[in-house]
């Protein structure tokens, strides 16, 4: 029996490196800190091509992406492994792990495109790469499968205290992850069904249907 909750935070742990780049986001601001380690200023400079380059591990290698893919692969596989957990617990976990497995895709297919779609987590054969709206239409069917997400206010860990983790998705969460896909759809294909799709998904957001959420003023 794994633990599943354990396999999730794993799962959260590289979201965070590919998404917040560590302490990087820093060298692209330019805002002074008080520990510069081996940098010989408290403060970077805002330079785009040397904060791209040196985070190129992330941006130029899909491996973390697709470990996190595979985690979630892992999941699906095993779940009938699954005991002593509710079946409602379960489907929750399941949910997080498939947001993040549409997100993972999601920015697959924005740095490169054509990209293989993941097999199962017990097949080691290698896979051609997909077209982008294959990558694309993944992140989607993903995203859906994570709708049934309670609203941020009513996450909670499993002792049942409230979960105030921004890492944790909620339905508001899965609603602005489908907005942005279906927008960079309607660039890349220029169709306006996407531009309306987009702007559906972004609405339910922005009117507190899915959760309640404020614009910034500015």
């Known amino acids: 029996?794994?633990?599943?909750?354990?396999?999730?935070?794993?799962?959260?742990?590289?979201?965070?490196?590919?998404?917040?780049?560590?302490?990087?986001?820093?060298?692209?601001?330019?805002?002074?800190?008080d520990y510069p380690s081996t940098y010989?200023?408290?403060?970077?400079?805002?330079?785009?091509?040397?904060?791209?380059?040196?985070?190129?591990?992330?941006?130029?290698?899909?491996?973390?992406?697709?470990?996190?893919?595979?985690?979630?692969?892992?999941?699906?596989?095993?779940?009938?492994?699954?005991?002593?957990?509710?079946?409602?617990?379960?489907?929750?976990?399941?949910?997080?792990?498939n947001f993040i497995k549409g997100l993972m895709y999601f920015r697959i297919a924005q740095h490169w495109g054509e990209a293989p779609i993941a097999p199962g987590s017990e097949e080691a054969e290698a896979c051609a790469k997909s077209p982008v709206d294959t990558v694309l239409a993944e992140a989607i069917r993903c995203a859906e499968a994570a709708?049934?997400?309670?609203?941020?206010?009513k996450l909670t860990d499993?002792?049942?205290?409230?979960?105030?983790?921004?890492?944790?998705?909620?339905l508001g969460s899965v609603h602005t992850l489908l907005a942005n896909i279906y927008a960079w759809m309607g660039g890349l294909y220029d169709k306006e069904e996407f531009?309306?799709?987009?702007?559906?998904?972004?609405?339910l957001v922005i009117d507190g249907e899915v959760g309640f959420y404020d614009l910034e003023n500015n």
């Open 1 to 33: 029996m794994f633990d599943l909750e354990k396999i999730m935070v794993t799962m959260f742990s590289y979201e965070k490196r590919i998404l917040a780049y560590g302490d990087r986001y820093l060298d692209y601001v330019g805002l002074p800190r």
């Open 40 to 97: 010989t200023k408290p403060y970077q400079e805002m330079d785009y091509e040397t904060f791209w380059n040196r985070s190129c591990n992330n941006f130029m290698s899909w491996n973390n992406y697709y470990a996190t893919i595979y985690m979630a692969n892992f999941l699906r596989d095993n779940q009938y492994r699954i005991e002593n957990i509710p079946k409602e617990r379960i489907d929750y976990w399941m949910a997080q792990a």
């Open 147 to 153: 709708l049934i997400l309670p609203t941020y206010d």
């Open 158 to 170: 499993a002792n049942g205290a409230v979960i105030t983790s921004r890492q944790y998705a909620s």
């Open 195 to 203: 531009w309306k799709q987009a702007e559906k998904e972004a609405s």
